[in-house]
């Protein structure tokens, strides 16, 4: 599927360096692209590094790595912590998340962990993913999140460790395009694709601009798959029958805003801080430099300041400024002596359709990959489940979806 160049989810030069638009790593679970990678001859890139974890909640960035540092989490009580504990033990052991379907994480959490537990620790965290959608997911998302938090621990360390290839993942889509190539390939990454071309209720070919100052032009094509997000898709192609037209319309999706700032020196010592605070206005800092080496972009340190807001809000529209302006007072709750001068340099990337709401019973609602049109194939991140999205699980998908389109042109 051709890319458009603007909001493709790869890379940008930082001092020297490339860095993804918005934070990504992988965890020792993530066994596709890990196999992708070393396919690739990439493999002795790819470094295993130790993630150091926080939550900021109440003035106080709280350690928040290992089941120890749960245990030193005053904020609850011990019998609290003790409860949430025992149940995330629990819930690592749970192998069929058929039990979760039918509720929320809300009220899941708050029956088994206690309330105070759930508005203490679960709340801030799902508010600041899911927005006002908060109380609409499903358990089964929560589910699958302590299960991969999980497997990328070391048994022995209890310590999580967390992949990165270290020539950043737009070198490893870069050689998968150029090995694409080698094989007889064509790979577009600045079309824009405007219309699925439908004759007899078979897809046979797209209308498409093969770069932004390009005239749009018709291609034929024996099959089809798109991956766009499923509101996209919906413009792309004519009403589908109504069945299939409501999995598709039926999801809602939340964009990402991240603002990424070069520092002149580190924030915290965290890699990842997750925001336990709903008077911050962002939910997670992600300092890249406390995982990855600077030397690696020209001696910057980089922040990542993460948000999931829907797109028709103010947080999504404003402008790189003004966001930091907004952030600034926030950001010394982190570190009391960060001060606006040591920013050298800010970006800004927006993700649209970066994560749809799983919310209850989503496994009935998710529409199959063959379309109802012939030629035509459909995998996107609403198909992923019960996992949360992730660059593994869509090279997961891509692989059987190409099996299944290979299989049925005979
Ligand atoms: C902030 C953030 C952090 C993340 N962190 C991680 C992480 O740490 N680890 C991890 O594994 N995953 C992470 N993810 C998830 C990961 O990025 C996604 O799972 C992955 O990008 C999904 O890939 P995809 O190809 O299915 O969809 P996408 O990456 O969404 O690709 C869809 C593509 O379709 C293109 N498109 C849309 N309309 C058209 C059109 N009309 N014509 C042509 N092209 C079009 C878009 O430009 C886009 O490039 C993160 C996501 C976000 C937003």
């Not at 989810?9 to 196999?35: K, M």
């Not at 690696?296 to 966001?323: A, C, F, K, T």
């Amino acid at each position: 599927m051709p890319l458009s160049s603007e909001d493709r989810p790869s890379t940008f030069p930082v001092g020297g360096g490339q860095l993804e638009r918005g934070y990504h790593h992988l965890f020792v679970s993530d066994t596709a692209i890990t196999e992708l990678i070393h396919e690739l001859g990439l493999g002795d890139q790819l470094a295993w590094l130790e993630s150091k974890v926080g939550l900021y909640h109440d003035g106080r960035i709280w350690d928040f790595a290992t089941p120890l540092d749960l245990l030193r989490f005053k904020p609850l009580s011990l019998w609290q912590r003790f409860r949430v504990g025992l149940w995330t033990l629990r819930l690592q052991r749970i192998a069929d998340y058929g039990r979760f379907e039918d509720i929320t994480a809300k009220d899941w959490l708050s029956q088994h962990m206690g309330r105070k537990a759930y508005e203490v620790l679960f709340e801030p965290l799902l508010r600041g993913k899911f927005g006002d959608h908060y109380d609409q997911v499903s358990m089964t998302w929560l589910w699958g999140k302590v299960r991969l938090r999980v497997a990328s621990r070391g048994k022995a360390m209890q310590k999580e460790r967390l992949g990165y290839p270290m020539g950043s993942f737009g070198e490893v889509i870069e050689v998968l395009a150029d090995r694409i190539g080698a094989q007889g390939g064509d790979v577009h990454t600045s079309a824009r694709v405007s219309r699925v071309l439908i004759e007899n209720d078979r897809a046979t070919g797209l209308e498409i601009q093969l770069g932004r100052e390009a005239e749009p032009e018709c291609r034929d094509y024996d099959a089809i798959l798109a991956t766009t997000p499923s509101y996209v898709f919906t413009q792309l192609v004519p009403p589908m029958p109504d069945e299939y037209q409501e999995l598709l319309t039926g999801v809602s999706y939340l964009s990402a805003v991240l603002l990424i700032l070069e520092l002149d020196r580190p924030l915290t010592d965290k890699y990842w801080i997750n925001i336990a605070d709903v008077d911050m206005p962002f939910v997670g800092i992600i300092e890249h430099t406390n995982m990855i080496d600077k030397s690696l972009y020209g001696g910057s340190h980089v922040i990542y300041i993460s948000n999931y807001p829907d797109r028709n809000s103010d947080l999504y529209h404003m402008e790189p400024g003004d966001l930091l302006e907004l952030f600034v007072p926030h950001l010394r709750k982190l570190n009391p002596d960060f001060d606006r001068s040591w920013v050298q340099n800010i970006h800004h990337h927006r993700v649209d359709g970066a994560q749809p709401i799983i919310s209850r019973n989503y496994s009935q609602r998710i529409p199959s990959h063959q379309t109802p049109v012939r030629g035509l194939y459909l995998a996107n991140t609403t198909q992923i489940f019960p996992e949360d999205r992730g660059t593994n699980y869509s090279i997961r998908m891509g692989r059987q979806v190409a099996q299944m389109v290979m299989d049925e042109a005979g």
